[in-house]
């Protein structure tokens, strides 16, 4: 753990030594160095993100997901662009520089609509960063919405595994979600990929493979939660991810990756009341409330029993607040691009492009 600490990196073996050798101290030790890492770098500050879920419609069936195609006892959803422009005004009201769009990957989205959307709030507030997870799309349509003004993209990679992901995703395929990502860095988003821990079948092998594929892809943010299954999916009888072995990926992102942005999930709070706190300690630095309408967020549920459903946006903000601070951190609510991002030759292009300085 010491090397890694010093040299971000380790080999296959290595990782999956650390892994089937850890004890009670040497994860403590673990999250002391990921830590101390992540406030080498970004200090204690805590990026905060507001969330809109703005459908629930899927085309696609992955296994693990309350929102697959399959699910027909799924209640669906989807915003009307003037919603998601209300969502936005009130969390800018609220302080929130950055609106992350969430979605399943719902065509009716056009390339049109989306572009138009992303234009008109980066036309209505200039000096916030527009965040979208909407799934697999086309060169094309990744283009458009970059030059409408998106700067970020997520879209977790899942598993690095083959296996794995042929396994879990039948509608999809692995060298494709490879592509998207690439495809994504080359046009110049801020990119985030991620992974869940504890997939019913994953092994250390398959864990260590996850590092190894961050540490490569060198990505701008990294989204890692536990697995938590859904009671309308095929793995709905499978044994939930632990909390210890998701801060044990965390912290270890954290120190392969060390100036990626790493969020401390919902769903890390969902499998423990304290589980975001833990993932601040353990190297994360970004948390994301929900803005959604409350009518819709109890259906954006990919998960069972997610916590946040039912809080209203500017209590779920102070709540928060009062949280990270309580766990020693302090809350930033400016756009907090990535050290990665702001190192790159072509950061000065992009921030004309956006209006930021």
């Not at 879990?168 to 860095?185: C, G, I, Q, S, V």
């Not at 769903?267 to 601040?280: C, K, S």
Request: hydrophobic share 35%; charged share 25%.
């Amino acid at each position: 753990m010491d090397r890694l600490y010093a040299q971000e990196s380790l080999d296959s073996e290595e990782i999956i030594l650390l892994l089937e050798n850890l004890g009670p101290a040497s994860r403590r030790w673990l999250r002391t160095l990921a830590h101390r890492k992540r406030t080498e770098r970004y200090g204690t500050k805590v990026y905060l993100r507001g969330l809109i879920e703005f459908s629930n419609i899927c085309k696609q069936n992955c296994l693990y997901c309350g929102i697959r195609s399959a699910n027909k006892s799924a209640s669906r959803y989807r915003l009307q662009l003037e919603e998601i422009m209300d969502c936005c005004r009130e969390g800018y009201d609220l302080g929130y520089r950055t609106f992350v769009l969430q979605s399943g990957e719902d065509d009716w989205y056009t390339a049109d609509k989306l572009a138009r959307l992303t234009a008109d709030i980066k036309r209505s507030w200039p000096d916030t960063a527009v965040t979208l997870s909407i799934g697999e799309r086309d060169d094309e349509t990744y283009t458009r919405l970059f030059e409408a003004g998106a700067e970020r993209f997520l879209l977790r990679h899942e598993t690095a595994s083959r296996r794995l992901y042929e396994a879990l995703h039948p509608t999809m395929t692995f060298e494709n979600r490879l592509d998207r990502l690439r495809a994504l860095k080359t046009i110049g988003y801020q990119v985030g990929a991620g992974f869940m821990v504890g997939l019913p079948g994953q092994t250390s092998q398959d864990l260590a493979e996850d590092l190894l594929y961050l540490k490569e892809l060198n990505p701008d943010m990294i989204g890692i939660g536990p697995f938590l299954p859904h009671q309308a999916t095929p793995l709905k009888d499978e044994p939930a991810g632990t909390l210890e072995a998701t801060l044990d990926m965390i912290a270890l992102a954290r120190l392969f990756v060390p100036d990626a942005l790493i969020p401390a999930t919902t769903a890390m709070g969902t499998a423990h009341p304290y589980g975001r706190e833990l993932a601040l300690q353990a190297g994360a630095n970004v948390v994301m409330p929900n803005l959604s309408p409350l009518s819709v967020r109890p259906k954006y549920t990919l998960y069972d029993n997610k916590i946040c459903t039912g809080d209203e946006s500017a209590q779920c903000r102070f709540c928060l607040e009062q949280r990270i601070e309580t766990a020693g951190f302090r809350v930033d609510m400016g756009r907090g691009d990535s050290l990665n991002w702001l190192s790159r030759p072509q950061i000065k292009m992009n921030s004309e492009r956006s209006g930021c300085s």
